[in-house]
């Protein structure tokens, strides 16, 4: 016999409840933050933002960390440089190093964090299940400079938190700073300290930039071209149905899970390359070869890497650590012969430790990179190409996760390579340096309209003879999955669903972040199950 009508009834009724508990406790909440380089045009970019936000509901708060800096200006002025004062890059520079260095790197973060919490427009209704209550509002923090303040704000906002990185050229931004009133020397300056500086505390833009979600362009005089990369961040952020991911996207996503495979000490790079027509060539990563071609990966029959190795220490630290001792040795070892007073040669013998860390610090040895056993990825992707045979790489496009070293730009410039896109930037590499006569670094190549520009005008016929070095734009590989993933793309009678996840009082958000741990959850659908199976007691009690 069937169950009774009303238990029937009772299951299609709780079918579903206890999810749809649970669903409503996501938060409806977003955290932006936005970084980019003195000069790149940040304001305009986070006020698109903004009036996007806002046309789609959100209540907006703006963030702005160096109002913290300026609040706490008795804490930093004492440090500014004789003529620094007024000149408000300067100033928030110094005042972020100083507290920074005093509350700890990531206190610009904690401000934000702490700004946002007192900022909360309704308070979360504890007692009861629905987040109804809470309304859609939207964080805009500006600006983020070190990455230990991304790391904080990423810990704490888990799903909900966004790092976009501004992009524009060196030019573009001298350009703008000079319209802002900037003599040239001031505003190199404040572009040389943004990038990186030798302070730990200081503005570590470079490395911050690697920890980016989404990368927009913004060159000078194209202001048009910001609302369109906004949207579609935004879309893809909400789920939209209809994006899918760029050629540009595509291809770095797959470098990237190349470099997955890397088991170096230093860092995972990856790389693929793309003939002229966008087929893939070639994928690499950084990492020891072995004998009959190839690199070491976990299905060699003898794995080599220096991982697996006795020493377990990186060959290129190594060798350097060697060099260094040389040093000790060759001064300890020529000293009486250099100095002749008895007493001087005594103090300097006695200062020896500090004079060898001295010496190199700025030997440029700690720089060098040629004594790695590693293959570089770069490197690893061309020779796949040519071990494999059949495909030329003349003409065709190399994705990298990190700038390419001066050792891989000479030989992506002889295999006839026509652009590279790269992420990390790579303070050691010294191919702009080396190979200025046929290779141009630019921070963008945006597609607009259909046209590509480069320094905000189209391709010039400089550009056409050299390799073109550019910053990659849009969704960052980390994101990749998480944005173009799509569980379904219509409804049970295949008419297609704009938006993917909108149900009456539950986030469109495509990452989604729940107001209780997972602790609370467990309680709720005990609470609900028990409901229906009332709790035994338990075998131990």
């Known amino acids: 016999m069937g169950e009774p009508a009303v238990v029937q009834i009772h299951k299609k009724r709780r079918n579903g409840d206890v999810r749809a508990v649970l669903e409503r406790r996501a938060s409806k909440e977003l955290v932006i933050a936005f970084m980019g380089a003195a000069g790149c045009g940040l304001p305009r970019v986070i006020t698109e933002c903004h009036q996007q936000l806002q046309a789609m509901g959100y209540a907006v708060e703006r963030v702005k960390l160096s109002d913290f800096i300026k609040k706490n200006r008795s804490q930093w002025e004492h440090e500014l440089q004789p003529g620094d004062a007024g000149i408000r890059y300067l100033e928030n520079q110094t005042g972020g190093n100083v507290l920074r260095h005093d509350h700890g790197r990531d206190i610009l973060a904690q401000y934000a964090v702490n700004y946002i919490q007192r900022s909360k427009l309704v308070k979360d209704p504890e007692a009861g299940d629905s987040a109804k209550e809470l309304p859609k509002v939207a964080y805009l923090i500006d600006q983020v400079k070190h990455p230990e303040e991304a790391a904080l704000l990423r810990l704490t906002y888990r799903n909900i938190f966004y790092l976009v990185g501004v992009l524009s050229t060196e030019e573009h931004r001298l350009a703008r700073l000079k319209d802002d009133g900037l003599v040239v020397d001031d505003a190199k300056r404040i572009m040389e300290r943004d990038r990186k500086e030798v302070d730990q505390n200081g503005q570590q833009l470079e490395k911050a930039f690697k920890l980016a979600d989404y990368f927009i362009q913004h060159p000078l005089g194209r202001d048009e071209a910001v609302p369109k ?19 540009h996207e595509h291809a770095m996503y797959v470098a990237h899970s190349s470099g997955l495979r890397s088991a170096c000490f230093s860092r995972q790079v990856g790389a693929s390359i793309l003939d002229s027509s966008g087929k893939l060539l070639g994928v690499g990563c950084n990492d020891v070869p072995q004998y009959g071609g190839g690199l070491y990966t976990v299905e060699s029959k003898v794995d080599n890497r220096c991982a697996f190795l006795e020493e ?213 659908v005990s609470q609900e199950f028990e409901k229906d199976f009332p709790a035994e007691p338990s075998p131990k009690e």
């Open 229 to 247: 990369q906004i949207a579609r961040f935004l879309n893809l952020a909400h789920g939209h149905n209809s994006v899918t991911p760029t050629k």
């Open 312 to 524: 377990k220490i990186c060959e290129n630290d190594s060798q350097k650590q060697q060099r260094k001792e040389k040093m000790r040795a060759g001064l300890a070892a020529e000293l009486p012969n250099i100095v002749g007073d008895d007493g001087l040669r005594k103090a300097l013998a006695a200062k020896m430790e500090s004079i060898v860390d001295l010496a190199y610090k700025y030997s440029g040895v700690p720089d060098l990179i040629e004594f790695s056993r590693a293959v570089h990825a770069e490197m690893d992707a061309i020779v796949s190409v040519a071990r494999q045979g059949g495909a030329s790489t003349i003409g065709g496009t190399l994705y990298t996760t990190t700038f390419p070293c001066h050792n891989c730009a000479r030989h992506i410039v002889a295999a006839g390579i026509d652009t590279v896109y790269y992420i990390e930037p790579y303070e050691k590499s010294l191919a702009l340096i080396s190979h200025s006569d046929s290779i141009v670094v630019l921070d963008h190549d945006a597609e607009i309209d259909g046209e590509t520009y480069e320094d905000g005008n189209k391709k010039t016929s400089e550009h056409a003879s050299k390799v073109k070095f550019i910053h990659f734009s849009g969704v960052a590989p980390r994101l990749y999955s998480k944005f173009f993933f799509r569980d379904k793309r219509k409804d049970a009678d295949g008419r297609f669903l704009e938006w993917d996840g909108i149900q009456e009082g539950v986030t469109s958000k495509i990452m989604v972040e729940y107001l209780d741990s997972y602790r609370d959850f467990e309680t709720k």
